[in-house]
């Protein structure tokens, strides 16, 4: 692939929007690779920035949906796209953007961008919202995130965010991409991961709330055993007979430990 002209170097990076421009041509063309983009899929770039990854996007699609919140963004990548494409900036703060108005029946969202550290977690929160729109997610995250998010039960980064990103989607670590690729560079190394929402779910959950709020209150506890945790909703019959010993902490149950928990509990957790 061709480099391609990014924003004037004499935009500052923001630090309230957690700006670093990604400007290594070799990692976006592995990034592009990974991607994977052909003519007419739904493709949203979240953050755009200066148009690394933007612009190759535009080059193979054509068109190009983005959600940008940074003004001066904006303007210079609306006066430099037109000569790759067709750019369609959605202003506003991803954390907040309805993703549904950009899914069409037949063409389900492929989310792209390097997401700013500071708001990475909730926005993939939000994003859970809208799976039944999404076909999948790539995206740059600063790799203890990603570690986080492909975690296995028994290990010390497996949590609640990798419980609830991997309940919901397919997690793959694509690569690291280090500090040196991005202007300012980071404090830390970066990561690629591939999001795919399951097409079917493991088993059948009842209440996903009460999910959502267990593998929250397991965890915030996670030195407790499930039976101390859990002492108000689940006896220690309770849970022997759902087969997971009541000595357990949160990071040895499996996705299906948790799903059985939440299916077993009768009364809202709070």
């Not at 430099?80 to 063409?107: C, M, P, T, V, W």
């Not at 076909?135 to 949590?159: I, W, Y």
């Not at 500090?179 to 991961?193: C, D, H, I, Y």
């Amino acid at each position: 692939m061709s480099a391609y002209k990014n924003s004037p170097d004499n935009h500052q990076a923001r630090k309230r929007f957690g700006q670093n421009f990604l400007h290594d041509q070799n990692i976006i063309n592995k990034i592009i690779r990974a991607i994977n983009p052909k003519t007419s899929q739904n493709i949203v770039e979240i953050g755009p920035g200066q148009g690394a990854l933007s612009y190759p996007l535009l080059d193979i699609l054509g068109q190009l949906n983005a959600v940008e919140i940074d003004r001066d963004l904006i303007q210079l990548l609306n006066q430099q796209s037109a000569r790759y494409g067709k750019l369609i900036i959605h202003e506003g703060d991803a954390l907040k953007f309805d993703f549904h108005q950009l899914a069409h029946a037949n063409h389900k969202l492929r989310l792209v961008g390097n997401l700013p550290y500071n708001i990475s977690t909730p926005l993939i929160f939000h994003l859970l919202s809208f799976l039944g729109d999404i076909e999948d997610m790539h995206f740059m995250l600063q790799k203890e995130v990603v570690q986080r998010m492909s975690a296995e039960p028994n290990t010390k980064t497996f949590g609640r965010l990798s419980v609830m990103l991997q309940w919901y989607c397919d997690v793959d670590y694509l690569f690291d991409i280090p500090a040196n690729a991005f202007t300012p560079a980071p404090k830390v190394v970066s990561s690629l991961v591939r999001l795919r929402p399951k097409a079917e779910p493991l088993t059948v959950l009842n209440n996903p709330l009460q999910f959502s709020r267990l593998v929250n209150r397991v965890f915030q506890q996670r030195r407790k055993t499930v039976r101390n945790t859990l002492k108000n909703y689940l006896t220690e019959d309770n849970i022997q007979a759902l087969g997971i010993a009541p000595t357990a902490r949160p990071e040895t149950l499996s996705l299906i430990d948790f799903a059985a928990l939440s299916n077993a509990i009768k009364d809202d957790i709070h």
